[in-house]
């Protein structure tokens, strides 16, 4: 800092900005606490099929949806939440399995995945998804039927948006923006 003859105003100079304050103005805890799935920002709808639909067509609308989840709902109505097939499940499931294409998805399913629903905090859906190491977590009405889904991908951007500044103006090398040891003597 350089304070200038005469005046009591204080210029700061490149590199004088201080230490980093990151997350002090941002009660990110409080907003994951108060904030609503249905709030988020999803990067997708939920894509959905039936249980009798091949491993191979959910991997193509997978891949047509750019989508890396698809919900398996019930045939009857109300089309219920029955399972979720992942590209882990079939990576996990499907590697000794012969003529995989042909087989339904309801074999290589999640079947009863954990939801939540659209009135749960974020920070529940967040809890689902740690404790049980999930990437997607289904989102459904009281009746169980399916209305979108909650990836980690949605969950990352909520926490950009309530502390940019922290986050996203980090210099290329994330190391060099604190000093690891005190400049002088």
Do not use: W
């Not at 959905?48 to 997978?62: D, S």
């Not at 967040?126 to 404790?131: P, R, W």
């Not at 889904?149 to 951007?157: E, L, Y």
């Amino acid at each position: 800092m350089i304070e200038m003859p005469g005046s009591d105003v204080v210029e700061v100079m490149e590199g004088d900005e201080g230490e980093v304050e990151v997350g002090r103005h941002a009660d990110v805890g409080r907003q994951l606490l108060q904030t609503r799935v249905r709030e988020l920002k999803r990067e997708s709808q939920a894509v959905i099929v039936g249980p009798e639909v091949t491993v191979a067509k959910a991997v193509a609308l997978m891949l047509k949806k750019k989508v890396s989840a698809v919900l398996v709902v019930d045939t009857k109505k109300p089309k219920k939440l029955i399972g979720i097939f992942t590209e882990r499940d079939f990576v996990e499931r499907s590697q000794s399995t012969r003529g995989l294409s042909r087989l339904p998805v309801k074999k290589f399913m999640s079947k009863n995945p954990e939801s939540v629903r659209a009135k749960d905090s974020v920070a529940y859906a967040i809890n689902k998804m740690s404790v049980s190491r999930f990437r997607h977590v289904p989102v459904v009405d009281e009746l169980g039927v399916p209305t979108g889904m909650v990836s980690a991908r949605d969950v990352i951007d909520f926490i950009c948006e309530l502390c940019p500044e922290e986050l996203l103006n980090l210099p290329p090398d994330a190391r060099n923006a604190i000093p690891r040891d005190r400049e002088g003597p």
